[in-house]
Nanobody, 114 residues
Framework: QVQLVESGGGLVQPGGSLRLSCEAS????????MAWYRQAPGKQRELVAG?????GSNYADSVKGRFTISRDKDTLYLQMNSLESDDTAVYYC??????????WGQGTQVTVSS
């Protein structure tokens, strides 16, 4: 199994920045894909950005040019710049391991408001 612990959420003004972290533990050698999802009130959970073991990454159109996903060993990051009110959501770390099992973190709240 893999355990995920997110941190870094909070309240930020429009135009500001935050960096989310997700520390993975357990059988991390089985991870081949890591991603950030978010869920705003009344909306479905959506993919924000993902990265695979080969180093490739992908982004939702709404965050391209503003967010950057990166990984350092067993920690996943999401650098969020130029934050907008529409970025307000609970952000979840997600990993997929060989065999197809998926794990989720507990979520961290990001609120963009003046």
């Amino acid at each position: 199994q893999v355990q995920l612990v997110e941190s870094g959420g909070g309240l930020v003004q429009p135009g500001g920045s935050l960096r989310l972290s997700c520390e993975a533990s357990g059988r991390t050698f089985t991870i081949y894909h890591m991603a950030w999802y978010r869920q705003a009130p009344g909306k479905q959970r959506e993919l924000v950005a993902g990265t695979n073991i080969g180093g490739g990454s992908n982004y939702a159109d709404s965050v391209k040019g503003r967010f950057t996903i990166s990984r350092d060993k067993d920690t996943l990051y999401l650098q969020m710049n130029s934050l907008e009110s529409d970025d307000t959501a609970v952000y979840y770390c997600n990993v997929v391991v060989y065999g197809g099992l998926m794990y989720w973190g507990q979520g961290t709240q990001v609120t963009v408001s003046s």
